[in-house]
């Protein structure tokens, strides 16, 4: 016999999220548990770090990503890249993709962020695509994935450009002992760029997923935030972040769909922390950064 | 009520955590309404004196789990006599099961010693849990380089073994597409989710995988504990599906 599913709203969800609700989880205790007393606001939880994929199409990844948000408690989401990852993209290619970004926007501007995906081999192509997307078009930061190491001049443009737009800047940063990409950035690279833009603001992707020496590299560059997603969730990350750069340099992101948002949310969720600083991790953090180019365009948050 | 079919005492040789002391780890697993967990030992990974690995597994499971540890002794097959730290945990610790690092002890599934460890676990009852790997390669400690264990051998080793009872820690989510749905096909190897990736990962295992044939892992302290209970959330799951990952099917398969 199969039963009903157990139906779960994105407030019972939210409701959900912390130390004390687990018990009825397990209990299957879903709804009685998400009626329960708790005169607490829940928090806001928004994902600085999301793509597309596994699906036909730019709105049918973001709807099935949503559905899965809703169940998670998750309010935002911001998405970069299109259906497909390409590591060196032509510009002809980050205009494809930056236009599945913008699909994906549309399909639920309320609730999906875009930032434009730049070349730094292509500069001129890349201050295009970030007029075309984010002057002239709803998104609101732009990513830089693996094509060339973040430290190198051609980026100095590309950030002056997001500057200009109170644009922050998500750049893939990796310390791989089993070796990175010939253009991909570690933190360190990031360092080097962020201390010649210190009126630029950039997420630190991963953290470089060797996070006990990414946290390191970047703990003396206050215009570097710390973005946990995509890696194991490993117990101590997030404390270790907190201890290192404070809460409010910290921000939660998942790098959904390849990775899952429990396993990423566990890491701020399950971190012995405050509840300023879990709330500052899960969304507050993201929405200061976002907010001086939300508020230029008008975009209520 | 859970089952946790995956976690670990003692201390992780790279980093101090916030649940490694087995008190500690007990009133995390407890807030999170865990009734029994199958503790392994993290001394199991590079401790040469196994047998006295164990004798303290046993012992801290009896002195500080509050009735929810059982233990799971390590079993390194590639020290002199291992077979009597076999006997030793089903004889003196009473132990349901053995814990197998292959990566860590150096062997490979292929080898002729991994089957004779089946063959004995089998012979006495006992399950073996097989750890396909503890963190990400990628990101390992330069001098502590372990590659995931190599699964594609297990089909055959286990496919005529009818009494014996593999859980696949850690491996749900190295194994991919074909590969997951063999594995998924032998009726006696249970896979945990403690590894499991992607949005909706419970519900993409099941399709792969008989319900079953899952369990709840957590692979706690080394992991946050809530990140397998929240992909329980995430996956859109019937109360049977989730009442079977949760504990029945560990409960079935340990007999108690």
Redesign the interface.
């Known amino acids: ?6 139906e ?1 709203t994105r407030r019972e ?1 939210l409701g ?1 999220i912390g ?1 004390t609700a ?2 009825a ?4 205790n879903w709804v009685k548990m998400s009626q329960a007393a708790d005169a607490r606001p829940k928090a806001m939880i928004w994902d600085a770090h999301g793509h597309l994929g ?1 699906a036909r199409s730019p709105e049918e990844s973001i709807a ?2 949503l559905r ?1 948000a809703d ?2 408690g998750i309010d935002r989401v911001v998405v970069s890249m299109g259906m497909s990852f390409v590591y060196d993209p032509s510009p002809e290619e980050l205009r494809r993709q930056n236009d599945e970004v913008l699909r994906a926007v549309r399909f639920a501007p309320d609730r999906v962020f875009g930032f434009v995906y730049v070349n730094p081999k292509h500069v001129k192509a890349s201050l295009d695509e970030i007029d075309r997307c984010v002057r002239d078009g709803p998104m609101v930061g732009v990513k830089l994935w693996v094509a060339m190491r973040c430290n190198e001049a051609n980026l100095d443009p590309i950030v002056r450009h997001a500057v200009e737009l109170k644009a922050p800047i998500l750049q893939h940063t ?5 070796g990175n990409l010939p253009g991909e950035s570690t933190p360190a690279d990031l360092v080097e760029l962020a201390r010649r833009h210190p009126d630029a603001s950039f997420l630190c992707a991963h953290t470089g ?2 996070w ?1 020496r990414g946290i390191r590299w970047i703990r003396g560059v206050k215009n570097v935030w710390a973005d946990v997603c995509g ?6 990350m997030v ?1 270790m972040a907190v201890r290192e750069l404070g809460a409010e340099r910290v921000v939660y992101g998942s790098d ?8 990423q ?3 701020v ?4 922390l405050p509840e300023t600083a879990r709330r500052l991790i899960l969304g507050e953090n993201l929405r200061r950064l976002l907010l001086p180019i939300l508020t230029a365009k008008g975009i209520r948050a | ?2 089952v946790d079919v995956n976690v670990s005492l003692s201390r992780w040789p790279l ?5 490694d002391e087995t008190p500690r780890l007990v009133a995390k697993l407890k ?3 865990v009734t029994q967990a199958w503790a392994g030992s993290f001394d199991g990974l590079l401790h040469r004196d196994i047998a006295g690995v164990n004798a303290r597994l046993a012992e801290e499971c009896r002195r500080d789990g509050e009735g929810i540890l059982i233990p799971f002794g390590s079993i390194n097959p590639m020290l002199p006599d291992w077979t009597e730290d076999l006997r030793r945990c089903h004889e003196d610790w009473h132990m349901p099961g053995i814990r197998l690092h292959p990566n860590y002890h150096g062997y490979e599934l292929k080898d002729p010693v991994f089957s004779e460890v089946l063959a004995l676990a089998e012979q006495r009852g006992l399950i073996v849990q097989l750890v396909a790997r503890m ?8 001098l502590l ?1 372990v590659p995931d264990v190599d699964l594609r051998p297990l089909g055959e080793l286990v496919a005529g073994r009818t009494k014996l009872r593999v859980v696949l820690l850690n491996g749900s989510g190295a194994l991919r597409g074909e590969q997951r749905k063999r594995v998924g096909a032998l009726p006696n190897v249970w896979m945990d989710i403690a ?7 419970v519900g993409s295992l099941l399709e792969d995988v008989p319900l079953a044939q899952v369990v709840f892992g957590s692979h ?8 397998a ?6 996956s ?5 599906q ?2 079977a990952i ?1 504990h029945e099917n560990a409960r079935r398969l340990l007999g108690r």
């Not at chain 1, 016999?1 to 157990?6: I, N, R, Y």
């Not at chain 1, 989880?25 to 299957?28: D, G, Q, T, Y």
């Not at chain 2, 209970?229 to 995430?234: H, R, V």
């Open positions: 016999m199969t039963l009903p599913k157990c779960l969800a959900r130390a687990t018990a989880l397990v209990a299957n596994g099935r990503s899965y169940r998670m990796y310390l791989k002992i089993t997923a060797d006990e890696s194991d969730p490993t117990a101590g404390e959904f769909p390849g990775r899952s948002f429990a396993s949310l566990a890491k969720t399950s971190a012995n | 009520m859970i980093r101090r955590l916030p649940c807030e999170h309404g963190d990400d390669v990628r990101v390992q400690h330069p380089r590894t499991l990736e992607g949005l909706g990962g706690c302290p080394l992991f946050n504990f809530e990140s209970l929240l992909k329980m959330q995430e859109e799951l019937s109360a049977q989730s009442a949760f």
